[in-house]
Every structure is written in C-alpha cells, then in structure tokens.
C-alpha cells in the first residue's frame, strides 16, 4: 500500500532519504457532476470524509462580505431531517470531530469518524446539500449572525493586531477586488444579511457540480462509491452558475504603500505584504522555499540575524497564502523587542530579505529546508484528515488531486537561481506594502473597525 | 422545528477493534526507564524525554527556572553554539522542542528513521552538556518577559491568568503560570539555571519514550550508548497542596475599549489521581466538553452571545483549576455570567438525562482512536503513564472506565466538584460598562482591578 521514493545522495551534505508515502487516488466523478476522490488507508479504523466547495469569500458581492462564512455556519443548522444543533451532536456521538472554514477562495466542511460510521458521515453532508432550505429559518439566521459577530470580535476587534490580514488585503487588492475584503466580513454587511440571500447563495454555489468529496481512511472503495451514489446521486446539478469573479490583477503595485495603525499592543510589530505569482504555479513553489530560508525554524535568516544575533524582534514569521486568483500574498511580520524601535527593525527585516534576493541562498541552507519540508510533509500526511484536505484542495483549485503526491518534488526542483528571480521579481519595495502596529499611549481603546 | 424525517439515517456498521500499541520498558542501570512503542506502518518516529524537573519542582523563590532551563537547553551544547545546534539538527529535518510544564519538563523531536540516531545523538548531547551560554540566557530572558507582556495584551491569556491568581491562596504555587511572573523571572541569573539542571535534570527519574518506526534492539543499544554515562537523581517536584483564596465572588479585571469580556467561572478542581476523574471527564463533556454540551448549546446556540463557551478539568500532580470559558459581547456580560452559573450550579442537581450521558460517553470512546493517529500522538499517550506512574494497560482499559461511569457517578462528581458557593467569578472587559449589571447579578462581592 505505502511506496518509498528514495532521492540521490548528494554530495558534501548528508541527504534525508525521502521516504514520503505516496498516496493512493481513485477518482470518478458522478454523473451530476460531483468529483469523488477515494484514498483508501486501512492501518486505523477511522475514515476522512471532506467535501470542497469552489466558491468562498471572493463570490461575494458588495455589500454582502462575510456572507460566504455565515452561510458555512447556516450548514450546521440543520435540514428537513436533521435538527439544529444535531449534524454536531450526531458525529460527535459516533465518535468523530468535524468542522468547516471558509477562505477566498473556498469553503470546506470535513469529519473524521470511526470507520463503521462512514455512511451517516456521508449521509449527514449529502443531505444538508439537498434539504437545507425547507428548514431554515429567521430565528436560526439571527442566532447565526450573532454568533459570527462575536467570532469576529473574538478573532478581530478584541484581539492585539487582530486586524493585519484585513487591513493587508485592503491594501494589498484595489477596491472592488474580489480579494479586497476579509473573509470575516464587516459588522455592516453581517447585518443586513437576510433569509433571502442564504436562500440564493445556496442554490447558486451549492450544488454538486461545484464541489469536491474525498474520503480517506479505512473503508472499501466500491462500497464507499455505493454510499456516495446512494446519498449524493440523486442531488440536482446546477446549470446556472454566474462567471468566476474576474480577479485579474496587475502583477506589482506599482508604488509602496505605508499605512501605521495605533492598537492596543505593548510592543511594535512590522508586516511587509507583497503580490506574488499564484499558488500552483512555479513561481509559488520557489516563494514557499524563500518563506523558509527566511522564516522557518531557528536556523532561518530571519531568526538568526534579527531574533538571535541582533537581538531587535521578539519573533518572526514569514508565509505565503495559497490564492490562485490573480495575484496571490507573501506576508512577513516581526515583533519589535522591548525598546527597539520600528524603523530598525522595519530597516533590518527588508534588509534580509534584500540581502537573500542578491546573494540567493547556499547549498546549505536549500539542504535544510528541503529536509525540513520533507520531514513537515510527512508529519501532516500522518493525519488522514490532512490528506483529505489535500486532496480535495488540489482536485478543487486545479483539477489535479495527484498534486498532493508531487509537494516534496516541486519543492526540491526549487534551486538558488529560480529563488533569487521569483524574490527580485516580487519583494521589491515598488510592490510592497508595509503596516505597522504601535503601542497607543495611555490606557485608550484600540483601534477597531467600525462595527 | 418541523417533524424530522428520521427514517432514511443510515446505521452504523459493524466497529472495527482498535487497540492501542503494545510497548515495552526498560530501565537503564542510571535509572533511565525506555519506553518503546512500535507502531506498524509508521514512517516517523517520536522521540520525548521526560525529567521530573517541571515547575513543581522548582523553588518559589526561581519560579520560572524550570521553564527558562528547559527553553535554553536548546541554545546549544558545550561542543556547539546555538547557531550551530539549530544548523546540525535543522540540516536533519529535526526541529528539537524542549518545554517545561508544572509536572515535568519535555525534550524533544520528531523525525524520519534514517535520522534517528543523528537526533537522538544530538539529544543526549543537548541534555548532558548543554552550553547556557550566559548571552542566550539574557536573550531568553528577555525574550520571556516581552512574552508575558504580548500574553497580558491578549483578552483571552489575561482571563487564564488572572484567574489562576484570584482562585488559588498566596501558598498555592499554582496561582501563577509555570513559566513564572515577571517579577520572578526578571530575578533569575544564568546560574539558577545551571544549578536547576544540575540538581533535576537526571536520569534516575528520567523518561525516554521512542514511538513510531524504528529497531527495538537498535533504539535500545543507542539509549545505553548515549545516555547510559548520564547519571545521578534529582529530588523531583515538591508536593503542592492547593487551597482556595476565598468564596464565591467576582473579580472584574478592566480592560477599557473592550468590545467583548472574556469570562472564566470555576473553583479548584481535582489531582490526577482523583478516583472521580472519569466520572469528572464524562461531567464535564456534557456539560461544556463538546459541541452540544449544555453550555455551548445554551450560550451560543440558542443566545447567540458567544463564538464558543465550554468548561473542563486540568488534572496535576495536585489539584488544577476547573473553569468555564467564554468570550461574550461585552453588552451581555451579565446575562451570560448568569447564564453559566445557572449550568454550572444545577450540573450536580439531577442525574444526566440517558441521552446527553450516552452521547458524551460515546464521544469520548469513540475519539479515541484519532488521539493516537500520529506518532507524536502515540508518545505523548506514554506521558502520563510515565508521569502519574499509571497502569501499564491504562489505555487498554481506558475506554471500559469511561463505559462504567454511569448516571449517579456522573451526578455526584458534579455535585461534590461544583460547589457553588466557591465558584469564582472573572471577566476581563470594560468595567465602566459591565460593571453595574454584574453587581446586580448579585454573585457575591464585586471587585474591580486594573489590567496589569
């Protein structure tokens, strides 16, 4: 079942042999239009069910942001034959856990269950997909909203330097961008979000043409192709949908933009945000190696020179987020040790990524990414979950659910030179945004959006 | 809600058997107890150390070494500085953790077999000659304090500590956070760190868990060779005996401009070896340990004034705290302050319905499995075995005892471990708003403190 790839050894470093398991893909596509990916594992008795949906907060429209994400806690609200509350009570007492997010690009609902139980796992997504409406109700909307204003507080309005993605995006995408506004959404919006249009929302996006199911684990293919015929067949594809939202985006900026936001922090914090190439293509691939040699682990650059050795942040942190919509974002930020002020550090941080643009990284440090990577790989793919995930994510964005068995080697065909041309082609000021956060002096509330 | 058609929800098949893996354990002539646990089909392995040096084995007067001992053991060894010990275990794919709790303090890595020895060989380095180099200790230092700093600016971390503080007694070390007070920390030196490893990091009560895939025989020569030189026992942790500051009350901890309060209502809970602990984690999923447990479902669910409430149990060597949790929209404070005592004060009242007492049942045994997914997972179960010196066939069994509890126990554990007339009261929020309503509540006495 499991295949071992070994990698060459490579001359001066000790090489990791790469021992990532390979997954298995079955897939069919049912003939409403339903993409099934089965990935069966049988070590443990417990089974991943996880569905895709390609639509997300990208989909929605002005005045509606944050609707996408209400509509993701609406699902949990029960159908024609499911009560409120019990989609949860009834995986939880079958002894699995499940959950569901929304990003921009999509919403996912997912449940790992003892494997006995795969069929109510199954049958609990197919029917919200076909019964949702004739159940739902204002009372059911109004607990909802509540709900999702507090998560936003929670997450956002109560939370030091809650707002940087929101405000990152904002700056990052001209208004009117798909990817302008926040997945959460503002209060506003969240508000006058009514009975109507979850009714739309629905029959627009969910439906199983325009979904994703994987189901990983311990289960028997073609029973569990029976079942997903069973439950999701006879659900109606729709024909209608609108055009994808136009997300083209010019590749630069064009221009540096600063913005400086007063929060209730104790210490500064600086967030530099770039556009970059989107996720899936090589340029990504090359940005999510330079998001490592600068940010991942002790040995990184940036964790080195200015955690380590200068001793100006308390912490670093450097990602890419997978959007593949027009232009997709590298995110850095640093916290400010006590008493160092912004502009040093703000100065050291592009400083390094400047200094790693020129130089481009040694064998040395290509070597300890790819072995971290690798090992991180692994580490994930321990969790059927996370290969669900996976592989409805590459199936959903791509079509290619046998991506997921190519990450070690898309990352290892990254080398010094495809790093230095994709971080001199993006992290460049003319193309960055930067958003400090300082400490408001005195005990006054922090900035929060308007709600 | 309209009639449900219940009709067409599939049943379930039949279970397969799952078993947790069978290991082994060794003890080393320095009194180093091995554990190994195979695990079939795995491509990883999990290596935790585990010494008895945690914050309960601290003195009060270096609260936070422990905890600082633990997070410069990784800054490097006498051979290599910490740029290097990160390049020579980061080079292997390994990223070595090492942390300290109040029972015990963890190294560790996880890594592919073929690297094994290399990390393992690197471990024992780091544990029997490690540098404290005096320069990573003030950074470290340093870096703990802005730490707190960042915790307290958080709502949420302010609540979690500021409880703790209010529930316990000044005797009870529990009342501040394994990691310390700024006022400790900022105390120590580097040598209060070379003296806590010198007289707790040792072998003779010391656990080496290896979980996953890897040679048994192999493993077991390589411990001797490693850290068969390593030797001596320490005191280990001290006993704590945890008392209460005081009643019922309410302390209101103001954060001015706050848009929601974050509260936490309980009292002192209950050890390790408390005979109702699994009565207690029955109690307590229902209650507020699951999605549809009375407290989740009542607050956010039915009213709407949270993104999420729940309560739980935090077993130590000595009693830790049992708290409900919830951030709620500062203009409900007081409504939701009632809502959980309500639920929290009628739990011992009455036995649970059959229902909400089989579904937290079948919860909990039915997760079980998916604890042990990983090998990171399958060596932190060896940890309180280890720790709490528990049966050897603990998670053998583990799901018969949750099978056994039944309604009574259910309710008497409730009954004898919420007493409401202890529960302690805490929001962080905007006292010039919330204030006056939760005074009306009439809790018990009220008193409002800055943010520190």
Redesign the interface.
């Given at each position: 079942m499991?295949a071992?790839r070994r990698l060459p050894t490579r001359a001066p470093?000790?090489r990791?042999?790469?021992?990532?398991?390979h997954i298995p893909i079955e897939r069919h596509t049912l003939p409403n239009g339903l993409r099934v990916i089965l990935s069966p594992d049988r070590?443990?008795?417990?089974v991943g069910v996880n569905l895709w949906y390609d639509v997300g907060s990208k989909h929605e429209r002005p005045g509606k942001t944050g609707f996408a994400h209400l509509f993701e806690h609406m699902m949990f609200q029960?159908t024609?034959?499911?009560?409120?509350?019990?989609h949860?009570?009834l995986v939880?007492?079958?002894?699995?856990?499940l959950n569901a997010s929304t990003w921009m690009d999509r919403t996912n609902y997912f449940e790992?269950?003892?494997?006995?139980?795969?069929?109510?796992a199954?049958?609990l997504e197919a029917d919200r997909l076909a019964n949702l409406l004739?159940?739902m109700t204002q009372e059911k909307l109004?607990?909802?909203?509540?709900?999702?204003?507090?998560?936003r507080?929670?997450?956002v309005?109560?939370?030091?330097y809650g707002t940087w993605d929101e405000k990152i995006q904002e700056l990052l995408y001209p208004v009117a961008h798909p990817y302008h506004h926040s997945t959460i959404g503002s209060m506003d919006d969240l508000t006058a979000a009514s009975l109507d249009d979850v009714g739309e929302f629905f029959a627009t996006y969910y439906a199983p043409d325009n979904a994703v199911l994987s189901v990983v684990g311990?289960f028997e293919p073609a029973g569990a192709l029976a079942?997903i015929e069973r439950h999701f067949g006879p659900i109606p594809a729709n024909p209608k949908r609108p055009p994808v939202p136009d997300t083209a985006i010019e590749p630069l900026i064009g221009a540096e933009i600063r913005e400086v936001v007063s929060d209730?922090?104790?210490?500064p914090r600086v967030y530099a945000a770039y556009r970059i190439p989107v996720f899936g293509t090589d340029a990504f691939d090359a940005l999510e190696v330079a998001v490592d040699l600068l940010g991942s682990?002790?040995?990184s650059r940036l964790y080195?020179r200015l955690?380590?050795e200068r001793?100006l942040a308390?912490d670093v942190t450097v990602m890419a987020f997978p959007i593949v919509g027009g232009a997709a974002i590298f995110s850095l930020w640093a916290?400010a040790?006590?008493g160092i002020d912004h502009e040093s550090l703000t100065e050291a941080v592009l400083g390094e990524v400047d200094l790693l643009t020129d130089e481009g990284p040694s064998d040395?440090e290509l070597?300890?990414v790819q072995?971290?990577?690798?090992?991180?790989i692994?580490?994930g793919q321990?969790?059927?979950s996370e290969r669900a995930d996976r592989l409805s994510m590459y199936a959903c964005l791509f079509d290619q659910p046998e991506r997921a068995n190519s990450e070690v080697a898309r990352y290892e065909a990254v080398d010094a030179t495809r790093v230095r041309s994709v971080m001199a082609a993006s992290l460049r000021a003319d193309n960055r945004v930067l958003l400090t956060y300082l400490p408001v002096e005195g005990?006054?509330?922090?900035t929060?959006e308007a709600? | 809600m309209s009639e449900l058609n219940n009709s067409n929800r599939p049943a379930p098949s039949a279970p397969r058997p799952y078993r947790f893996p069978d290991f082994t354990r060794h003890s080393l002539d320095n009194g180093l107890t091995v554990w190994l646990v195979p695990v079939a089909g795995s491509s990883l392995t999990s290596v935790h150390l585990l010494i008895d040096a945690g914050a309960a084995a601290e003195d009060e007067s270096h609260g936070g070494v422990a905890s600082l001992t633990a997070r410069l053991l990784v800054t490097g060894t006498r051979r290599l500085d910490a740029a290097a010990f990160a390049a020579a275990t980061e080079r292997l794919g390994i990223e070595v953790n090492s942390e300290s709790s109040w029972d015990s303090s963890r190294a560790g890595f996880q890594s592919l077999p073929q690297h094994l020895d290399a990390g393992m060989a690197l471990l024992a380095e780091m544990v029997q000659l490690p540098r404290f180099d005096p320069d990573e200790f003030s950074r470290l230092k340093a870096e703990r304090l802005a730490a707190i700093l960042q915790m307290r600016a958080d709502a949420g971390s302010l609540a979690d500590e500021s409880f703790i503080k209010h529930l316990y007694d000044a005797g009870t070390p529990y009342r501040r956070l394994a990691g310390g007070t700024p006022e400790m920390v900022e105390t120590l030196v580097v040598d209060d760190v070379r003296a806590h490893h010198a007289t707790h990091h040792r072998p003779g009560r010391a656990h080496l868990v290896i979980a996953g895939a890897f040679d048994g025989e192999k493993a077991l020569r390589f411990a001797e060779q490693h850290l068969g030189g390593w030797s001596g026992s320490g005191p280990g942790h001290r006993t704590i005996t945890p008392a209460a500051a005081g009643g019922r009350r309410v302390v209101i901890v103001d954060r001015p401009g706050s848009v929601q309060s974050e509260l936490r209502i309980g009292l002192v809970g209950i050890n390790r070896y408390d005979p109702r602990y699994f009565s207690a984690a029955i109690m307590s999923t229902y209650l507020g340990g699951s999605f549809g447990s009375r407290i989740n479902r009542r607050l956010r669910e039915e009213l709407g004034y949270t993104y999420g409430a729940r309560c739980g149990f935090d077993p130590r060597r000595a009693a830790g705290p049992f708290s409900a949790a919830a951030a709620v929209q500062t203009e409900v404070s007081a409504p939701a302050i009632a809502e959980l005592l309500v639920l929290l004060e009628t739990a011992g009242a009455a036995p649970p319905a059959s229902d909400e007492l089989r579904q937290a049942q079948d919860y909990q045994i039915g997760v079980f499995p998916l604890r042990f997914e990983t090998t990171g997972g399958i060596a932190a179960a060896i940890e309180p075995i280890a720790t709490y010196d528990l049966a050897d066939d603990y998670w053998q069994t583990y799901r018969d005892r949750l099978e056994a509890v039944d309604a009574a126990g259910a309710q008497q554990a409730a009954a004898e471990l919420i007493r409401p007339t202890e529960l302690l009261v805490v929001a962080v929020g905007d006292a010039s708003i919330i204030r006056a309503d939760i005074e009306a509540l009439g809790v018990g006495p009220v008193e409002v403190v800055p943010a520190p």
């Open positions: 499991v071992f470093y000790p990791i042999l790469t021992a990532v398991p070590r443990t008795p417990i029960g024609a034959n499911v009560a409120k509350g019990e949860f009570s939880q007492a079958a002894g699995g856990t790992t269950v003892p494997s006995h139980q795969l069929e109510l199954l049958w004739p159940a109004d607990n909802q909203r509540e709900v999702v204003k507090n998560e507080r929670q997450s309005d109560n939370q030091p311990d079942m209730r922090v104790p210490l682990g002790r040995a080195g955690v380590r001793q308390q916290t040790r006590p040395v070597e300890r072995n971290l990577h690798a090992a991180g692994e580490s321990e969790r059927i005990d006054q509330p922090g929060e709600a | -």
